[in-house]
Protein backbone atom coordinates (compact mmCIF):
# COMPACT_ATOMS: atom_id res chain seq x y z
CA UNK A 1 0.00 0.00 0.00
CA UNK A 2 2.56 2.30 0.74
CA UNK A 3 4.50 1.52 -2.10
CA UNK A 4 1.81 2.45 -4.49
CA UNK A 5 1.11 5.52 -2.62
CA UNK A 6 4.90 6.48 -2.83
CA UNK A 7 4.31 5.67 -6.65
CA UNK A 8 0.85 7.54 -7.68
CA UNK A 9 -0.29 9.75 -4.65
CA UNK A 10 2.69 12.08 -4.16
CA UNK A 11 1.41 15.05 -6.02
CA UNK A 12 -1.97 14.66 -3.97
CA UNK A 13 0.23 15.37 -0.53
CA UNK A 14 1.87 18.59 -2.13
CA UNK A 15 -1.68 20.10 -3.16
CA UNK A 16 -3.02 19.32 0.10
CA UNK A 17 0.17 20.97 1.81
CA UNK A 18 -0.23 24.48 -0.92
CA UNK A 19 -3.83 24.42 0.19
CA UNK A 20 -4.00 24.54 3.90
CA UNK A 21 -1.60 27.09 3.65
CA UNK A 22 -3.66 29.03 1.04
CA UNK A 23 -6.82 28.59 3.35
CA UNK A 24 -5.46 29.11 6.69
CA UNK A 25 -1.69 30.51 6.91
CA UNK A 26 -1.52 32.95 4.13
CA UNK A 27 -4.39 35.20 4.66
CA UNK A 28 -3.59 35.77 7.98
CA UNK A 29 -0.18 36.51 7.56
CA UNK A 30 0.86 39.96 9.04
CA UNK A 31 -2.56 39.81 9.81
CA UNK A 32 -2.97 38.41 13.59
CA UNK A 33 -5.05 40.24 15.70
CA UNK A 34 -3.32 40.13 19.19
CA UNK A 35 -6.29 37.57 20.48
CA UNK A 36 -4.36 34.86 17.46
CA UNK A 37 -1.46 34.73 19.27
CA UNK A 38 -0.79 32.54 22.23
CA UNK A 39 2.28 31.78 24.18
CA UNK A 40 2.37 28.06 25.00
CA UNK A 41 5.21 26.75 27.18
CA UNK A 42 7.50 29.97 27.61
CA UNK A 43 7.39 33.30 26.26
CA UNK A 44 9.29 32.50 22.87
CA UNK A 45 7.41 29.33 22.53
CA UNK A 46 4.09 30.93 20.10
CA UNK A 47 0.46 29.64 18.84
CA UNK A 48 -1.57 31.19 16.52
CA UNK A 49 -4.59 30.58 15.00
CA UNK A 50 -3.06 29.74 11.92
CA UNK A 51 -1.04 26.72 13.48
CA UNK A 52 -4.17 25.42 14.95
CA UNK A 53 -6.09 25.55 11.75
CA UNK A 54 -3.83 24.32 9.50
CA UNK A 55 -2.87 21.42 11.54
CA UNK A 56 -6.48 20.61 11.41
CA UNK A 57 -6.62 21.48 8.04
CA UNK A 58 -3.85 18.64 7.08
CA UNK A 59 -4.87 16.29 9.59
CA UNK A 60 -7.95 15.95 7.25
CA UNK A 61 -6.73 15.55 4.11
CA UNK A 62 -3.99 13.45 4.43
CA UNK A 63 -5.74 11.15 6.46
CA UNK A 64 -8.14 11.22 3.56
CA UNK A 65 -5.69 10.33 0.83
CA UNK A 66 -3.62 7.50 2.82
CA UNK A 67 -6.82 5.53 4.92
CA UNK A 68 -5.18 4.02 8.22
CA UNK A 69 -2.78 6.66 8.31
CA UNK A 70 -2.39 8.86 11.62
CA UNK A 71 -1.27 12.15 12.46
CA UNK A 72 1.42 13.62 14.70
CA UNK A 73 0.98 17.36 14.87
CA UNK A 74 2.95 19.54 16.80
CA UNK A 75 -0.25 21.42 18.45
CA UNK A 76 -1.71 17.89 19.01
CA UNK A 77 0.72 16.57 21.28
CA UNK A 78 0.97 19.91 22.96
CA UNK A 79 -2.80 19.09 23.65
CA UNK A 80 -2.25 15.40 24.06
CA UNK A 81 1.33 14.26 24.66
CA UNK A 82 -0.10 10.87 24.14
CA UNK A 83 -0.43 11.01 20.45
CA UNK A 84 3.50 10.98 20.34
CA UNK A 85 3.62 7.04 20.77
CA UNK A 86 1.97 6.88 17.22
CA UNK A 87 5.61 7.20 15.80
CA UNK A 88 6.18 3.83 17.15
CA UNK A 89 2.85 2.03 16.10
CA UNK A 90 2.57 0.03 13.43
CA UNK A 91 0.32 2.75 10.77
CA UNK A 92 1.52 5.04 8.60
CA UNK A 93 2.44 7.85 10.29
CA UNK A 94 1.69 11.97 9.12
CA UNK A 95 4.47 14.19 11.03
CA UNK A 96 3.28 18.10 11.18
CA UNK A 97 4.47 20.81 12.05
CA UNK A 98 1.58 23.71 10.41
CA UNK A 99 3.78 26.92 10.99
CA UNK A 100 7.50 25.90 11.34
CA UNK A 101 9.28 29.38 12.33
CA UNK A 102 5.94 30.78 14.14
CA UNK A 103 7.91 33.58 15.96
CA UNK A 104 9.09 34.50 12.66
CA UNK A 105 5.39 34.29 11.40
CA UNK A 106 3.88 35.86 14.12
CA UNK A 107 6.61 38.93 13.68
CA UNK A 108 6.05 39.71 9.72
CA UNK A 109 9.69 37.33 8.78
CA UNK A 110 8.22 35.19 5.61
CA UNK A 111 10.62 33.14 6.29
CA UNK A 112 8.56 30.43 8.02
CA UNK A 113 7.26 26.91 6.59
CA UNK A 114 5.00 24.00 6.49
CA UNK A 115 6.86 21.16 7.36
CA UNK A 116 4.93 17.34 6.57
CA UNK A 117 7.07 13.74 6.97
CA UNK A 118 5.50 10.31 6.01
CA UNK A 119 7.30 7.27 8.76
CA UNK A 120 6.21 4.01 8.92
CA UNK A 121 7.47 2.14 12.23
CA UNK A 122 9.96 5.41 12.41
CA UNK A 123 11.37 5.45 8.69
CA UNK A 124 10.80 8.51 6.88
CA UNK A 125 9.83 7.55 3.31
CA UNK A 126 8.56 10.63 2.16
CA UNK A 127 8.83 14.69 2.98
CA UNK A 128 7.62 18.08 2.26
CA UNK A 129 8.89 22.13 2.96
CA UNK A 130 6.68 24.50 1.67
CA UNK A 131 7.35 27.93 2.42
CA UNK A 132 4.44 29.76 0.72
CA UNK A 133 5.49 34.08 1.18
CA UNK A 134 9.32 32.81 -0.31
CA UNK A 135 7.41 30.35 -3.12
CA UNK A 136 9.64 26.92 -2.41
CA UNK A 137 8.92 23.54 -2.15
CA UNK A 138 11.62 21.17 -1.34
CA UNK A 139 10.45 17.48 -1.33
CA UNK A 140 11.94 14.22 -0.92
CA UNK A 141 11.53 10.50 -1.37
CA UNK A 142 13.53 7.51 0.18
CA UNK A 143 15.66 6.87 -2.46
CA UNK A 144 14.47 8.95 -5.01
CA UNK A 145 16.72 12.20 -4.50
CA UNK A 146 15.75 15.74 -3.09
CA UNK A 147 13.70 18.35 -5.07
CA UNK A 148 13.35 22.33 -4.72
CA UNK A 149 10.95 23.45 -6.98
CA UNK A 150 11.83 20.65 -9.52
CA UNK A 151 15.47 21.40 -9.34
CA UNK A 152 17.54 18.29 -7.98
CA UNK A 153 19.34 19.35 -4.84
CA UNK A 154 23.04 18.66 -4.44
CA UNK A 155 25.29 20.65 -1.68
CA UNK A 156 28.39 18.75 -2.67
CA UNK A 157 31.11 19.41 0.55
CA UNK A 158 31.90 22.36 1.98
CA UNK A 159 35.05 24.48 0.13
CA UNK A 160 38.39 22.65 1.40
CA UNK A 161 39.69 25.37 4.13
CA UNK A 162 37.09 27.52 4.61
CA UNK A 163 35.35 27.78 8.12
CA UNK A 164 32.51 25.77 8.44
CA UNK A 165 28.61 27.85 8.53
CA UNK A 166 27.03 25.71 11.20
CA UNK A 167 23.26 26.89 12.50
CA UNK A 168 22.51 25.89 16.38
CA UNK A 169 19.74 25.75 18.16
CA UNK A 170 18.04 28.87 19.15
CA UNK A 171 19.38 30.17 22.50
CA UNK A 172 16.07 30.92 23.59
CA UNK A 173 14.84 27.80 23.46
CA UNK A 174 17.80 26.01 24.94
CA UNK A 175 18.75 24.52 28.47
CA UNK A 176 21.96 25.91 30.46
CA UNK A 177 23.37 22.32 29.50
CA UNK A 178 22.16 22.71 25.83
CA UNK A 179 24.44 26.02 25.76
CA UNK A 180 27.25 24.42 27.26
CA UNK A 181 27.54 21.46 24.71
CA UNK A 182 26.57 23.57 21.77
CA UNK A 183 29.53 26.07 23.14
CA UNK A 184 31.95 23.59 22.21
CA UNK A 185 31.34 24.47 18.69
CA UNK A 186 33.09 28.01 19.01
CA UNK A 187 36.32 27.06 17.89
CA UNK A 188 38.88 28.42 15.02
CA UNK A 189 37.50 26.55 11.62
CA UNK A 190 33.57 27.48 12.83
CA UNK A 191 31.47 29.82 12.26
CA UNK A 192 28.32 29.08 14.42
CA UNK A 193 25.28 31.37 14.36
CA UNK A 194 21.63 30.24 16.20
CA UNK A 195 19.14 29.08 13.91
CA UNK A 196 15.68 30.28 12.91
CA UNK A 197 13.10 28.32 11.27
CA UNK A 198 14.18 24.49 11.69
CA UNK A 199 12.79 23.66 8.50
CA UNK A 200 14.18 26.14 6.34
CA UNK A 201 17.53 25.68 8.10
CA UNK A 202 17.65 22.12 6.99
CA UNK A 203 16.92 23.49 3.37
CA UNK A 204 20.18 25.62 3.63
CA UNK A 205 21.96 22.73 4.33
CA UNK A 206 20.26 21.06 1.59
CA UNK A 207 21.11 23.57 -1.15
CA UNK A 208 24.72 24.16 0.39
CA UNK A 209 24.07 27.41 1.96
CA UNK A 210 25.34 26.51 4.71
CA UNK A 211 27.38 23.51 6.03
CA UNK A 212 26.01 21.82 9.02
CA UNK A 213 23.27 22.34 11.64
CA UNK A 214 23.47 21.13 15.56
CA UNK A 215 20.11 20.84 17.26
CA UNK A 216 19.72 19.88 21.00
CA UNK A 217 15.72 18.97 20.93
CA UNK A 218 13.87 16.29 19.62
CA UNK A 219 10.41 17.20 18.29
CA UNK A 220 9.70 14.57 15.19
CA UNK A 221 7.95 17.63 13.68
CA UNK A 222 10.88 20.00 13.79
CA UNK A 223 13.01 17.39 12.19
CA UNK A 224 11.58 14.72 10.00
CA UNK A 225 10.95 16.44 6.68
CA UNK A 226 14.54 18.07 6.85
CA UNK A 227 16.57 15.14 8.17
CA UNK A 228 14.91 13.22 4.92
CA UNK A 229 15.93 16.06 2.37
CA UNK A 230 19.12 16.63 3.56
CA UNK A 231 19.88 12.48 2.95
CA UNK A 232 18.43 12.27 -0.18
CA UNK A 233 20.44 15.55 -1.02
CA UNK A 234 23.74 13.71 -0.15
CA UNK A 235 23.91 14.34 3.25
CA UNK A 236 24.34 12.57 6.94
CA UNK A 237 23.38 13.09 10.47
CA UNK A 238 24.55 11.75 13.56
CA UNK A 239 23.77 11.82 17.19
CA UNK A 240 26.76 12.53 20.20
CA UNK A 241 26.20 8.82 20.56
CA UNK A 242 27.36 8.42 17.22
CA UNK A 243 24.17 6.68 15.80
CA UNK A 244 21.55 8.21 13.50
CA UNK A 245 18.73 10.19 14.78
CA UNK A 246 15.62 8.22 14.54
CA UNK A 247 12.11 9.94 15.02
CA UNK A 248 10.42 6.43 16.75
CA UNK A 249 13.28 6.17 19.90
CA UNK A 250 14.87 8.47 22.71
CA UNK A 251 18.10 9.72 20.95
CA UNK A 252 21.26 10.89 22.11
CA UNK A 253 21.52 14.80 22.25
CA UNK A 254 22.35 17.06 20.47
CA UNK A 255 22.88 15.61 17.15
CA UNK A 256 24.79 16.75 13.66
CA UNK A 257 23.54 17.19 10.29
CA UNK A 258 25.51 18.05 7.20
CA UNK A 259 26.08 18.17 4.09
CA UNK A 260 28.58 15.67 3.50
CA UNK A 261 29.23 12.81 5.66
CA UNK A 262 32.77 14.51 6.80
CA UNK A 263 31.36 17.95 7.94
CA UNK A 264 28.57 15.87 9.81
CA UNK A 265 31.78 13.81 11.75
CA UNK A 266 33.36 16.75 12.66
CA UNK A 267 30.37 18.55 13.98
CA UNK A 268 29.40 15.40 16.07
CA UNK A 269 32.91 15.10 17.24
CA UNK A 270 33.46 18.44 18.33
CA UNK A 271 29.75 18.24 20.09
CA UNK A 272 30.67 15.04 21.86
CA UNK A 273 33.77 16.55 22.87
CA UNK A 274 35.90 13.74 21.44
CA UNK A 275 37.13 16.19 18.61
Same mark, same amino acid.
Given at each position: ????????????????????????????????????????????????????????????????????????????????????????????????????????????????????????????????????????????????????? /?? $?? #? &????????? +? !? *? =????? @????????????????? /?? $?? #? &????????? +? !? *? =????? @??????????????????????????????????????? @??????????????????????????
Amino acid at each position: MIDEFLTHDLAAVEEAVREAAAAEITPRFRQLADDEVEAKSGPHDLVTVADRLAEEHLTASLTKLLPGSVVVGEEAVHADPGVYAALRGDAPVWIVDPVDGTRQFVHGDPHFCTLVALAVRGEILASWTYAPELDELATAVRGGGAYLN /GR $RL #R &PGSPEPGAD +L !R *V =ATAHP @DYTSPEDKAVLARLDVP /GV $RA #R &PCGSAGLEY +L !R *V =ARGEI @DALAFSWPSAWDHAAGLLLVAEAGGAQYTVAGEPFRVDR @DNALPFAIARDEATAVRVRDLLAGTA
